[in-house]
């Protein structure tokens, strides 16, 4: 595993010669040995595409390559930091919530639409999330950002997790998301989080969520 935790706000880096890393712009807090750090104009992993893809939403994250021989220590804006380990799986975030990630992983952009129909869509604008969420696949970790600390709750078949929208990080796995709610679509209007709606997750895989309603 490349990241070290440090305490619930800084991780540690290793960087070695022929690997690169990501991270978002001003996330480096201090570094050791021979490393470099050099703005990264498309997207990481993800190419062009994915890099408009999030532009055109108005949700673009610059993201800094890393590279070198050396430790590097990370933390932004003294979030809580949690670090998912993937093992050939897909981890779904927001762009903003990321913090360092291995350049092994390949990087992606999701429309939300994609996942729920105009649902997802509805996801996006009432709750605040963006409609272009970021996909990051393959073996290795990555680092997000959170308000005080986080929380991996697993999702299996047959027993679906509700969580907050507001409160919702990341989640991977085969795993399907909707907005449900009890309430009419009039009751909802005005209202700003959390109990007039939720975000219903189900299938298969794991969801991670803060102890907070804060956006970062």
């Known amino acids: 595993m490349p990241f070290?935790?440090?305490?619930?706000?800084?991780v540690e880096a290793t960087v070695v010669p022929g690997q690169k890393m990501f991270s978002q712009r001003g996330a480096m807090l201090?570094?050791?040995?021979?490393?470099?750090?050099?703005?990264?104009?498309?997207?990481?992993?993800?190419?062009?595409?994915?890099?408009?893809g999030r532009r055109v939403a108005n949700e673009a994250t610059p993201l800094m390559t890393?590279?070198?021989?050396?430790?590097?220590?990370f933390g932004h804006g003294g979030h809580h930091i949690q670090v998912i380990n993937l093992a050939g799986d897909?981890?779904?975030?927001?762009?903003?919530?990321?913090?360092?990630?291995?350049?092994?992983?390949?990087?992606?952009?999701m429309?939300?639409?994609?996942?729920?129909?105009?649902?997802?869509m509805v996801r996006g604008q009432v709750t605040g999330q963006g409609l272009f969420t970021t996909t990051l696949k393959g073996h290795g970790a990555v680092a997000v950002m959170a308000h005080g600390g986080v929380i991996e709750l697993p999702i299996t078949p047959g027993r679906e997790v509700h969580v907050d929208?507001?409160?919702?990080?990341?989640?991977?796995?085969?795993?399907?998301?909707?907005?449900?709610?009890?309430l009419g679509w009039r009751d909802m209007v005005?209202?700003?989080?959390?109990?007039?709606?939720?975000?219903?997750?189900?299938?298969?895989?794991?969801?991670?969520?803060?102890?907070?309603?804060?956006?970062?």
């Open 4 to 10: 070290r935790e440090i305490n619930s706000k800084m």
């Open 30 to 52: 201090a570094y050791r040995g021979e490393v470099s750090f050099t703005p990264n104009i498309q997207g990481g992993q993800g190419g062009l595409m994915s890099m408009i």
């Open 66 to 73: 890393v590279e070198g021989s050396g430790t590097v220590m």
């Open 90 to 109: 897909t981890l779904y975030v927001e762009a903003d919530r990321l913090l360092a990630f291995d350049g092994t992983l390949q990087q992606g952009t």
């Open 111 to 120: 429309f939300m639409g994609s996942q729920g129909g105009v649902m997802g």
């Open 165 to 182: 929208p507001q409160a919702y990080v990341a989640h991977h796995g085969d795993v399907r998301n909707k907005l449900s709610t009890a």
């Open 190 to 216: 005005g209202r700003g989080s959390g109990e007039a709606f939720q975000l219903e997750l189900s299938g298969s895989g794991a969801v991670y969520v803060q102890a907070s309603e804060e956006k970062l």
